[in-house]
């Protein structure tokens, strides 16, 4: 008899406050939640277009279209003998440097090429030695902005020998040594690829299921509001209300 009495004294009670406050964030969470999912088709239909572009166009085609940040490609061409070597980049907890040479494809501009990690010598003093491929040799890889720190600079003492080891490498760094180079450093696809050393790169491009997992979150968080302002709205009116004047 308890239990159905205070089920038949719990009513809705609209409370102006409660219901600003889900008025307010409800839409908010919902249209987050579908821009999550138009950035997603937009990234798939972008994916798409670039995976037929590297199968379809050249260098020098993929040039005039304009490149971008994650871009795949493939170039062809031949190593050059500028080398960098971008300083603390560990490993498994192995100090190491990430190498990035010059590379002159059989059409169109020179482009840096990241090719990956290599284990620093034992001594400071000491650079490793770099193997480069001779003649011509094809590459599959992706675009990728200057490893150049936003707010730091480059403090490395500047030096006329090579490979040049360096704390960051800007395009106008890279301009110095060629001046027509691309405005992106070209990452290789795997360590497998001509002239690559561990290329074994973290995926630092935002893809369609990575929005899905956005959308599904604020999707969540909308139905809980919507949930929590149901019940938070049913409320046990007491059980001696009706007795409070006597």
Known sequence: MSDSADQSRRQWQFDWRLMLFSGLFLPLLVGLGTWQLDRAQEKKAQLAQWQQEAGSLNWVELQGAGLETGQPAHISGRYGDFSWLLDNRTRDGVPGYEVLT??????????VVNRGWLQAPRRRDELPELDVPGGE????????????????????PGNSDWPRRVQSLS????????????????????????????ADWAPDMMGPQTHYGYALQWFSLAAALVILTVVASYRKTGANDDNDNG
Not at 102 to 111: A, C, E, H, K, N
Not at 142 to 155: A, G, H, I, T, Y
């Open 137 to 156: 040799v094809r590459l599959q890889g992706r675009l990728s902005d200057f490893p150049e720190p936003p707010v730091l600079k480059d403090v490395s």
């Open 171 to 198: 395009y106008q760094q890279a301009q110095e040594v060629q001046a027509d180079v691309t405005g992106f450093v070209f990452r290789l696809s795997d360590s497998e690829q001509p002239g690559a050393y561990r």
């Open 102 to 111: 010059l590379f002159f494809p059989v059409q169109g501009r020179p482009v």
